[in-house]
C-alpha cells in the first residue's frame, strides 16, 4: 500500500508525519538538492561496488583519492586480482580497514569471476553473497547502479529518519522498512541521495543549523536551535 493511500492510523503507526507533510517534505529535499547524486567517483558498476565496499568507516572523498589511481591501473576483477594482497592494503592504508578491506575486496573479484563472469550481480542475495557487501551497501549498488528502489540506511539516513520523525526507528533495518512503506513512489528512487545529502551537510550530528534547514516546518525534532 502506498503512503498515499494508508490510513492516518496506519501512517501515525510507522512515522510522526502524515502523508501530506511527507510529500511535501521529500518535495523541498528535492527542491534544495536538485542535482542530488552519489559523491563516491565511478565509471561502471564494478568501480561503484568496490568504492563502496571501501567507504565503509570512511569518507567519500578519500575513497575517490585511493580509488583514482587503483581503478586507473586495475579497472576489472582480473586486473585488480594481478595486485597482491598486501599492495593493495597498503594503497587502501589512507582509508582505514585497510587489511580487511583488501582481503575482502579480491575474495569479491575472485567470485565476481567464478559466479557471474565477471559481472556485478544485480539481485540483493547474491551481491549479500560477496565479501565486503552487506544490506547497506546491497542497497547503494542496487538503487545507484541499477536503478532500484531502495533506500540504504547509514547514520546520515538513520539520524534524518529519526530526528524528523519520517521513520522513527530502533535500527537501520526498522528505519529502512518503515521508509520503504512512507515514501512516496514517486521520491523513492532518489529518496537516498536526498537523506544522505541532508544528514551529511544540514542534520549533522553535531553542530547542526535548524535555520538553514529546507525541512524544518516539517521536521518533528525537539530539540531545534532556534
Not at 532500484?148 to 535500527?171: E, M, S, Y
Request: hydrophobic fraction near 35%; charge should be positive; glycine fraction near 4%.
Amino acid at each position: 500500500m502506498s503512503a498515499a493511500r494508508r490510513t492516518p492510523l496506519e501512517q501515525n503507526s510507522i512515522s510522526a508525519l502524515d502523508s501530506n507533510t511527507i510529500n511535501r517534505l521529500y518535495r523541498k529535499l528535492a527542491d534544495s538538492l536538485p542535482d542530488a547524486r552519489s559523491e563516491l567517483v565511478y565509471r561502471n558498476h564494478f568501480e561503484l561496488l568496490i568504492s563502496v565496499i571501501l567507504s565503509a568507516q570512511a569518507t567519500d572523498k578519500s575513497v575517490n583519492a585511493v580509488t583514482r589511481e587503483l581503478f586507473h591501473k586495475h579497472p576489472t576483477p582480473e586486473a585488480l586480482l594481478e595486485l597482491p594482497e598486501p599492495d593493495l592494503a597498503r594503497l587502501l592504508r589512507p582509508i582505514g580497514l585497510a587489511p580487511t578491506k583488501a582481503k575482502n575486496v579480491l575474495a569479491t573479484c575472485r567470485l565476481l569471476l567464478e559466479r557471474h563472469n565477471g559481472r556485478v550481480p544485480e539481485e540483493r542475495n547474491d551481491l549479500e553473497a560477496l565479501p565486503g557487501v552487506g544490506r547497506k551497501t546491497a542497497n547503494v549498488v542496487l538503487n545507484e547502479g541499477f536503478g532500484k528502489p531502495t533506500i540504504a540506511v547509514d547514520t546520515h539516513v538513520f539520524r534524518v529518519a529519526n530526528r524528523t520523525g519520517l521513520a522513527p526507528g530502533k535500527t537501520p533495518l526498522e528505519t529502512e522498512t518503515r521508509l520503504l512503506k512512507v515514501t512516496p513512489r514517486r521520491w523513492l528512487q532518489h529518496a537516498h541521495r536526498y537523506l544522505i545529502l541532508h544528514g551529511r551537510y544540514v542534520c549533522k550530528a553535531k553542530a547542526f543549523d535548524c535555520s538553514l534547514c529546507a525541512i524544518s516546518a516539517e521536521c518533528r525534532y525537539e530539540d531545534k536551535t532556534r
